[in-house]
């Protein structure tokens, strides 16, 4: 861990009463940081403000959270930065009346060199047995409610792939444990709907600006099944390419080039 505050102060720890703690009373946004500059920092921060409106989470100073997000990633060549927040800190029970002010989290952390392994080499990706709930109130959001990923992520733990693919309880292809997932069909782009599960992720929407003729689906295994190539991507790792799915070998020279030509879009 390279950089870690709490309200702007630098320590590593927070208080046992903290709603974050208790009920994932909260959200939270990842970010890559290269050059000192933290990427699609826009985005992060409309996504915070989103999800604070969504979780009624108030008092957060957004303009001077950036401004303090800017000064601490300044020195950093290649990192990640998480910035949490939570509603505060509270008695017992779940109601809000008598709640502190938000508290704001922010870690930078090593970048994990395997991702850039994966940009260039592509990963297996199997199914996973663990299917997420419906609830089309916080499908999209990035909040601190994570036991379903933390299961499916132990399930992973268990296998030889890179990553599992998901689905919901309709038995619908969501994402993977911490990714969203595109897939070339007959040379058309698909990803997943994101209405009643999962995350819509900052480059999976950077994607979607970048190449308006992807189709949002409601798509099931056998969908994914026919496709020519399948990539997957979040902020940190960006795109990387699936080589393997469930044993089937894939293309991962369409995806190179997908991404050569997204890259070259503002």
């Not at 089309?136 to 409610?145: D, I, S």
């Not at 399930?155 to 897939?183: G, K, M, P, R, S």
């Amino acid at each position: 861990m390279y950089f870690q505050s709490v309200n702007g102060q630098q320590v590593n720890h927070i208080s046992i009463n903290d709603r974050g703690l208790a009920y994932g009373d909260g959200i939270f946004t990842t970010a890559k940081v290269s050059q000192g500059q933290i990427e699609l920092l826009h985005l992060h921060i409309k996504r915070l403000q989103t999800g604070c409106r969504l979780f009624k989470i108030l008092d957060v100073d957004f303009s001077a959270l950036q401004n303090d997000l800017i000064e601490c990633c300044k020195g950093y060549k290649l990192a990640v930065l998480k910035v949490v927040i939570t509603s505060g800190e509270g008695g017992r029970g779940y109601s809000r009346v008598g709640v502190s002010r938000p508290n704001i989290i922010i870690k930078i952390s090593e970048f994990p060199n395997k991702y850039l392994e994966w940009q260039a080499a592509g990963i297996t990706l199997a199914n996973s047995s663990i299917k997420l709930g419906i609830n089309p109130l916080f499908a999209g959001v990035k909040h601190l409610n994570r036991l379903e990923q933390v299961l499916i992520r132990d399930e992973l733990d268990q296998t030889n792939y890179h990553d599992l693919l998901v689905l919901n309880l309709f038995d619908e292809i969501i994402e993977t444990t911490c990714a969203n997932i595109f897939w070339f069909d007959n040379d058309e782009l698909f990803t997943p709907e994101i209405k009643d599960s999962g995350v819509a992720g900052i480059q999976r929407s950077e994607i979607l600006r970048k190449y308006p003729a992807t189709k949002i689906v409601k798509a099931k295994i056998s969908d994914i099944q026919r496709a020519q190539s399948i990539f997957i991507t979040n902020s940190i790792m960006e795109i990387v390419p699936v080589i393997n799915y469930a044993g089937n070998e894939l293309d991962i020279k369409q995806v190179h080039q997908f991404k050569a030509h997204i890259a070259n879009i503002n």
